[in-house]
Every structure is written in structure tokens, then in C-alpha cells.
């Protein structure tokens, strides 16, 4: 029986106070996950990140962490390249604090390098991440590249794959949003594609690539060039739709954790776990 953990990206909405009060008010309201968002930089302190760890420990609260989006490890500028490195090698000390089981980034984009050049240069600086992860005895962080929204950047499901073949204990991140938004709506509206990224997860990579595989949805509206806007779960006028998300989840057996990128957090959080155990069971949700 497949086992699934939800929680938000960030700081619940309708939570007031420090964050590391949030695990304890997770818990309150049922849910077990909480991405830490980085992603203006990493500025948490080594005492208030191990606290922050301690209360998730305390309150069965997963950790993940989300680095900066200041992030181009594709860029023809060594200098980009090299405080892209930086950021990153910044996260997985910080997920060493808080005991955050992965560091989710966005690898960065194409410009000014062709796709194949940026993947390389891509695969090249996380090398480097991966051997500063063991200098420091992080090697139990997962590195993980998500799947990214718009078609400059580097992040399609095959890109992260490719990149995951070539570094240690890495997997892709899967973003149904941003998949679907790529796509401009025409990937994630069936079951049949949902079980098609499982499976290739799992082909491709192992099965550790999916024990658990780590989720981030929300609905979204994209333009010509992809991702634009996300949105609540709630608003049917955009996709995917979460129901054909668990349903594969469901049908293929992986275990997930399921961070909510909605605008309200958290709540949206509740609705995907009120959705997963109507369609499989209370059994299915980690408790």
C-alpha cells in the first residue's frame, strides 16, 4: 500500500508566528511535510534550522528545503555557473542542519548556450555540489532538479533524468504544474500520462527515484511561452487536476510526498489529502 505525506511550500497562510512553530501547527491541522523556501537565498541560521529540525522530528514533520531561484547552472558565465554553485552548496548545508531529506532547484536556462551545452554545463557544476554534499557529510541529502514551467529553462522530465544518470543520490523533483504549463496544456490531462512519468521515473533511475517521489501541485495558467501564474485548487479554469495525480500515484504503488505550491498553501494541501483518501483509503495516508 502506497504512503503519502502532504504539506506546503513555505509558511502556512492562516499560521502567525516563528517558523519554527510550523511543524507543531502542521501536525495540529493533519498534515507531515513542509518545504522550507530558500528561494530568495539562504538565510537561515545554524541554530534556528536545527531548531526548525528538532520540532519537525518532534511533530513527524518531513522536511524538504526549495534553494534560490538564483540558480543558472546552464550559463555560458563561469561566474554565473560558479555562485549558482555556491547557492546550492548553501541549501544542502542548510538541509544538513534541519535534517531536510532534499534540496529541490530549478537548474536555469538555455540563453546564450544550446540546450545540449546547458545540460552539460549542468551535469559539470553539480559534480562539484555533489562532492562539496560529501565533504561536509551531507551524502544522505537528495539533489534534486524539478521540473521547470517555461521552455527557456533547462528542466524538462528527460533533461532531469539525464542529469540524475550522472549524479549520486539524485532524482527529479516532479512538478505536475509545470509539466502541464510547458506542455501548454497538452501533458498531465490523463492518467495515462501521470502513469507514463512514473514509470519512467522508475525505469530510468531505479526505484528510489519514486520511494518516495517528491510532488509539487498546484493548478496553473501558462501563455506561449509556459508557466505565468499558479492557482487554487479550487478553480477548474485551469489544470491539471489533482484527481488523475492520485489516481496514478495510486495505481502504479509509489509512496509521495505532496507539497502544495497553491496559493493558500496549505489548505489546498488538505483538499489533495481529502482527495487521495477518498480514492484509496485512509491507509494510504502516512500518518
Not at 506542455?183 to 530510468?204: A, R
Not at 498553501?265 to 481529502?274: S, T, V
Request: charged share 30%; aromatic share 8%.
Amino acid at each position: 500500500m502506497p504512503r503519502y505525506r502532504f504539506g506546503p511550500a513555505g509558511k502556512p497562510v492562516e499560521y502567525r508566528g516563528d517558523m519554527v512553530g510550523v511543524p507543531e501547527f502542521l501536525h495540529s491541522i493533519g498534515l507531515n511535510a513542509l518545504e522550507y523556501q530558500a528561494v530568495r537565498g539562504v538565510k537561515i541560521s545554524e541554530n534556528k534550522a536545527k531548531r526548525l529540525g528538532e520540532e519537525a522530528r518532534k511533530y513527524d514533520v518531513l522536511l524538504s528545503l526549495h534553494a534560490p531561484y538564483y540558480i543558472n547552472f546552464g550559463s555560458p558565465k563561469e561566474e554565473t555557473r560558479r555562485a549558482s554553485i555556491e547557492r546550492l552548496n548553501a541549501s544542502i548545508q542548510a538541509c544538513k542542519w534541519m535534517n531536510a531529506y532534499i534540496a529541490v532547484f530549478h537548474p536555469g536556462y538555455y540563453k546564450g548556450v544550446t540546450e545540449e551545452e546547458a545540460l552539460k554545463n549542468t551535469i559539470d557544476c553539480l559534480k562539484e555540489v555533489a562532492e562539496y554534499r560529501g565533504s561536509i557529510g551531507a551524502g544522505d541529502v537528495w539533489i534534486g532538479p524539478e521540473t521547470t514551467g517555461r521552455i527557456s529553462q533547462i528542466g524538462t522530465l528527460d533533461e532531469n533524468i539525464a542529469i540524475c544518470r550522472e549524479i549520486d543520490r539524485c532524482k527529479p523533483v516532479i512538478d505536475w504544474a509545470h509539466m502541464y504549463a510547458r506542455s501548454l496544456g497538452e501533458y498531465i490531462t490523463c492518467l495515462d500520462h501521470v502513469i507514463e512519468v512514473i514509470e519512467k521515473l522508475e525505469k530510468e533511475l531505479g526505484s528510489e527515484a519514486v520511494k518516495p517521489m517528491h510532488i509539487h501541485f498546484s493548478r496553473i495558467e501558462y501563455g506561449k511561452g509556459g508557466e505565468r501564474e499558479h492557482h487554487i485548487l479550487a478553480d477548474r479554469d485551469y489544470g491539471p487536476d489533482f484527481e488523475i495525480v492520485c489516481r496514478g500515484l495510486v495505481e502504479t504503488g509509489v509512496e509521495a510526498v505532496i507539497i502544495s505550491e497553491s496559493p493558500i498553501l496549505e489548505k489546498d494541501a488538505l483538499a489533495m489529502k481529502e482527495i487521495c483518501s477518498r480514492l484509496c483509503g485512509v491507509e494510504c495516508i502516512a500518518d
